[in-house]
């Protein structure tokens, strides 16, 4: 009987462990999705609708989750990831554009393996607005990825790294 319990509970823990993280390959299912999916996907994962903007034309949704590790024996910080998208319809056109923010560097490192072993390849490496930016294709898609390194007043620094997919 304990082992039964201790099984259910080590998949229980390892299903939420990563439950806030969005991976590379929901970010591009999101890109088909209407609002309401991507909007119950990500509240279901803890995310909060941090703002709303929607006009004639557009829409723009932002969402934040913090995940707080304070218990954690390793000392990893709080993670704060977000997710952002703007929907642009016109009578010819629609487009959408998809941006994923984490700060976790072992979840960029998923990502870069995610990209490689789905055959994207890096086209343009290239500095812009304090952001180191690379470029990934696979020929059917464009995936460009920011990393972002912000200096605190108390010496320390901070690096984002954010997916940015487009339609």
């Known amino acids: 009987m304990f082992r039964i319990l201790l ?3 080590f998949i229980f823990s390892v299903h939420f462990s990563n439950a ?3 991976t590379v390959a929901e970010l591009r299912k999101f890109m088909d999705y209407d609002h309401f999916r991507i909007d119950t996907t990500l509240k279901k994962r803890g995310y ?3 703002q709303k903007d929607i006009d004639s034309t557009s ?3 932002q969402y934040s989750h913090i995940d707080h590790k304070e218990d954690d024996k390793d000392g ?7 997710v952002q998208y703007m929907d642009v319809n016109t009578e010819k056109y629609s487009s959408r554009l998809l ?8 979840e960029y490192k ?10 994207f ?3 343009e490496k290239y500095n812009f607005q304090g952001a180191e930016n690379l470029v990934y294709n696979s020929g059917d898609q464009t995936i460009r990825i920011k990393i972002f390194t912000t200096p605190m007043g108390d010496g320390r620094k901070f690096t984002a790294y954010e997916v940015e997919l487009g339609k």
């Open 76 to 82: 990893r910080p709080t993670v704060i990831r977000s």
């Open 20 to 22: 806030q993280q969005v």
């Open 110 to 119: 998923d990502i870069s393996v995610y990209l490689l072993s789905h055959n």
């Open 7 to 9: 099984f259910f509970f």
């Open 121 to 123: 390849r890096c086209t």
């Open 59 to 61: 829409s723009l949704y």
């Open 99 to 106: 941006t994923y923010r984490t700060y976790d560097k072992d």
């Open 48 to 50: 909060l609708l941090m």
